[in-house]
């Protein structure tokens, strides 16, 4: 696999999701990552990025309800969203951070219901 991931679903708007991102070795390890989404209609946007070493950044639509994290020995990373409002309906990819992004996945779907 080199970019998946996993977790979407319904939920109610105030609830919460943990997505995965299960990715390759070569793209993972020692690299930066980041999670976009893309509503309909809308471009493709930047969520949150972290650091090989755990350093993170957040859009700030969403600062103070989602968290990046990584597991480095799993090659796997994580956002875990509380608070959830309609407008974060979109489906959620994966990649590299801006400027360093490789193959998109299929994404995850979130959709977030008032």
């Known amino acids: 696999v080199q970019l998946q991931a996993s977790g979407g679903g319904l939920v109610q708007a105030g609830g919460s999701l943990r997505l995965s991102c299960a990715a390759s070795?070569?793209?993972?390890?020692?690299?930066?990552m980041g999670w976009y989404r893309e509503a309909p209609g809308k471009r493709r946007e930047l969520v949150a990025t972290?650091?090989?070493?755990?350093?993170?950044n957040y859009a700030d639509s969403v600062k103070g309800r989602f968290t990046i994290s990584r597991d480095n020995a799993k090659n796997t990373m994580y956002l875990q969203m509380n608070s959830l409002k309609p407008e974060d309906t979109a489906v959620y990819y994966c990649?590299?951070?801006?400027?360093?992004?490789?193959?998109w996945g299929q994404g995850t779907q979130v959709t977030v219901s008032s």
């Open positions: 972290i650091s090989s070493g755990g350093t993170t």
């Open positions: 990649n590299g951070p801006p400027g360093f992004t490789t193959y």
């Open positions: 070795r070569s793209i993972f390890s020692n690299r930066a």
